[in-house]
């Protein structure tokens, strides 16, 4: 109840801006969008990222979180969330570079202790979340397009792909609209969303295949008034239509690095070539100039003016 009644309270204060001090829904999606590029940054599995952004709605629904205080305590939720799945840990430095979230490294470890005291986290045990019950929904659903037989199990495995509705559901997952919702309810319509579009647009429809289509589309409609769906399916279609207006481009969203001018001067060392050489003209140069230029040759090395190595200096600045 405690993380419902948050996910309310920030999309209120996203809206009317009632207390400034408070994380607004922008704030939430925001650092769930940069937990989802570390995800992809360290090629973890969607597991982390689902456990981290349940750590994010618990922690802010049990404490008061200031703006400024979001990237650390979103950044210190995934840290805590691989240990937590019993990942490789990463060194708290690389995340601190990484995420630029403004805090050191001891900031980031206090601040996941903080986060596994008051929610109580116990490592080594999965957190459930809609993840889980995507899963547990698309097992199901195989399991029923097998016994219905015909078609339906081979449609099912070729067109309902879990790693495709892993990727739409940590979209979701992104909006804080869709967190009004339960977990459960939240993947079952996921998951009914994908097969009501693809049995429309991709089922060879044959007359001896009806009955086993009728019983698939009754056995969907039983979970679904079971669950009640029918008056939260608005919380998913907006953020899916969105997804889907992007060319299912699954992950546009990048990183932004803030780089000093040293740092810069090191990275692009060729905005520093130059050369002292003079131009080369085309062309046979006259008699005169030919002359000079013999005469001119035989003067001393410590004469001569050599271009320094574009190089040296800008090392030699840092």
Not at 34 to 39: A, D, F, I, S, T
Not at 250 to 258: A, D, F, G, H
Not at 287 to 316: G, H, N, Q, Y
Request: charged share 25%; glycine share 4%; aromatic share 8%.
């Amino acid at each position: 109840m405690n993380l419902m009644r948050s996910r309310k309270n920030i999309m209120l204060n996203s809206i009317y801006q009632k207390n400034p001090e408070e994380v607004t829904a922008g704030g939430r999606d925001g650092s769930a969008y940069v937990l989802r590029c570390l995800k992809m940054w360290y090629e973890l599995p969607s597991d982390v990222l689902f456990a981290a952004i349940n750590l994010v709605d618990r922690f802010l629904g049990k404490m008061s979180v200031k703006p400024k205080h979001m990237a650390c305590m979103s950044v210190a939720s995934f840290h805590l969330a691989i240990k937590q799945l019993d990942y490789k840990p990463i060194p708290s430095e690389d995340l601190v570079t990484i995420s630029q979230c403004g805090c050191t490294s001891g900031d980031l470890e206090r601040m996941a202790g903080v986060i596994a005291n008051k929610l109580g986290v116990q490592m080594g045990h999965a957190p459930i979340t809609s993840l889980s019950f995507l899963r547990i929904y698309y097992g199901l659903f195989r399991n029923m397009t097998k016994e219905l037989g015909g078609n339906l199990l081979d449609f099912y495995e070729k067109f309902i792909k879990l790693e495709e509705l892993e990727v739409r559901l940590e979209v979701l997952l992104c909006d804080v609209q869709t967190t009004a919702v339960t977990s459960s309810t939240l993947a079952l319509v996921l998951i009914c969303l994908h097969l009501d579009f693809h049995i429309k647009e991709s089922y060879p429809f044959k007359e001896a295949e009806g009955v086993e289509l009728k019983h698939l589309f009754e056995y969907i409609l039983y979970l679904q008034q079971l669950s009640r769906i029918h008056k939260r399916i608005q919380h998913c279609i907006r953020p899916l239509s969105h997804y889907n207006g992007q060319n299912k481009q699954p992950y546009k969203q990048r990183l932004v690095w803030k780089l000093s001018s040293r740092t810069l001067r090191i990275l692009r060392p060729t905005n520093r070539f130059s050369t002292d050489l003079t131009t080369i003209e085309e062309g046979y140069p006259k008699k005169e100039d030919a002359l000079r230029s013999r005469s001119e040759s035989v003067s001393s090395e410590e004469e001569e003016d050599w271009p320094t190595s574009p190089i040296i200096p800008i090392f030699e600045q840092c």
